[in-house]
Nanobody, 126 residues
Framework: QVQLVESGGGLVQAGGSLRLSCAAS????????MGWFRQAPGKEREFVTA????????YYADSVKGRFTISRDNAKNTVYLQMNSLKPEDTAVYYC???????????????????WGQGTQVTVSS
């Protein structure tokens, strides 16, 4: 089992920045690809970004490209989501996810990730 704990959410004005962190425990962190998904009230969960186990490749939803950056520190068992130029439509609960490497190249589908954190709220005010 992999346990994931997110932190860093909060309230920020449009145009501002936040950095989310996700601390992993339970298994060898470097064996897992990591992702972030989000869900806004009344909307379906959507992919935000993902990073391979080595950190060598990243993937982004078009809606966040150029504004969000995912990174990981395998020595600290932590993945980060730096969010800049935030917009009100970024308001959502953000979830950290994990899947073992070599389990397929689909990083965009939530059901491919067996491990999920409890989520952290991000609210962007206009």
């Amino acid at each position: 089992q992999v346990q994931l704990v997110e932190s860093g959410g909060g309230l920020v004005q449009a145009g501002g920045s936040l950095r989310l962190s996700c601390a992993a425990s339970g298994r060898t962190f470097s064996n897992y690809a990591m992702g972030w998904f989000r869900q806004a009230p009344g909307k379906e969960r959507e992919f935000v970004t993902a990073i391979t186990s080595s950190g060598g490749t990243t993937y982004y939803a078009d809606s966040v490209k150029g504004r969000f950056t995912i990174s990981r520190d395998n020595a600290k068992n932590t993945v980060y989501l730096q969010m800049n130029s935030l917009k009100p439509e970024d308001t959502a609960v953000y979830y950290c996810t994990a899947k073992r490497k070599y389990t397929g190249s689909d990083y965009y589908t939530g059901t491919r990730y067996p491990y999920w954190g409890q989520g952290t709220q991000v609210t962007v005010s206009s």
